[in-house]
């Protein structure tokens, strides 16, 4: 999901200052409204800390691969969400993006407010998403596949098409940018098929855990009702 360096460049790359700010406004507010509420501000500094080498790891560990207008990442938003709930994911992702660009790509540092908005945004859709699919007596080890599904959705979705805003805002409507963008579009929601298996994964080993047992790290909404 990184946009490639010269796709938006000149003055154009101004609107990505003005996303990218909103987007660490949004990523405020997320931590804002649940920063001190789930356990205290210890367990919520862990949870963001674990949330930032999950990131930085799946940019630099997992499998990736250039398609068309950029790289196709195995990011799992909505099982950050899931496991951390939305203000420690959206730090795990402004740093893990961020500590990638100083330290392994300082050529995408420039493009680091498209990129932020590109993860940031879709976060957002996630959380307002869970909100109205997700009963509040419902824990999220007991979400259907259909539920889980849907975040990914959710998320992959906003990802690509914020990676087709970007592309067609730099480059325009032509036919060969719109090939790579359609490109890169089908190859990343590829991703949509791989992440609800993940998250269910992930919440039925959640599931059998003691109770009391991870609950320093994993937020609380994940094993008990709202």
């Known amino acids: 999901m990184h946009i490639e360096p010269g796709i938006v460049d000149g003055t154009k790359i101004a609107l990505s200052y003005v996303t990218g700010a909103a987007s660490l406004g949004i990523a405020a507010r997320m931590v804002r409204e649940r920063f001190g509420r789930d356990g205290g501000a210890l367990p919520f500094a862990l949870r963001s800390l674990i949330a930032t080498g999950l990131v930085f790891s799946f940019f630099e560990i997992l499998p990736h ?50 990129n932020l908005t590109t993860l940031i945004v879709p976060l957002a859709g ?66 949509v098929l791989v992440e609800p298996l993940v998250d269910l994964a992930v919440l039925a080993g959640a599931k059998v855990l003691a109770a009391g047992r991870g ?11 709202a």
């Open 126 to 191: 996630v959380a307002l998403l869970a909100r109205r699919i997700v009963a509040p007596g419902t824990a999220y080890v007991d979400l259907e596949y259909r539920q889980a599904l849907m975040l990914s959705f959710a998320y992959q979705g906003g990802i690509v098409t914020w990676v087709a805003f970007w592309a067609i805002y730099g480059r325009g409507f032509g036919a060969e940018n719109l090939g790579s963008v359609t490109s890169f579009a089908a190859a990343y929601m590829t991703v």
């Open 65 to 114: 691969h250039p398609v068309g207008v950029s790289e196709v990442h195995l990011i799992l938003g909505s099982t950050l969400f899931l496991l951390f709930g939305a203000g420690p994911s959206a730090i795990g992702l402004a740093a893990g993006l961020l500590l990638q660009g100083l330290f392994f790509a300082p050529f995408d540092l420039p493009q680091y407010g498209m």
């Open 215 to 225: 609950d320093l790290f994993l937020q609380r909404r994940l094993r008990h009702a």
